[in-house]
């Protein structure tokens, strides 16, 4: 079985503004290497695609653990995953 996500809204018609900041609901493109798809598990590293940025699945590291203490803002995470799962991504 092959899941693919293309971007596309969601957001019910009656519920979208236009224009600003405003909630809504989008599907994503997945662009997770083929031979590292796992369907139907939690915790499998993916890649998404989303609006000019990736969206992706991994592991949590403290900063401190990988040596990049002050390189992490306050807003962000550090993840780990496979490094074929960036080298090999589907474009």
Known sequence: METK????????AEMQC???????IYEVERVTPKDM??????GCPEIY??????LIIGTL???EEAGLEGK????????????????NRQR
């Open 5 to 12: 996500y293309k971007l596309r809204e969601l957001t019910p």
């Open 18 to 24: 236009g224009i600003g900041a405003c909630p809504a």
């Open 37 to 42: 798809q796992c369907f139907g598990r939690i």
């Open 49 to 54: 695609k989303m609006q000019g940025s990736y």
């Open 61 to 63: 590291v403290k900063p």
């Open 72 to 87: 992490v803002g306050k807003n962000e995470a550090l993840i780990k995953v496979p490094k074929g799962l960036i080298d």
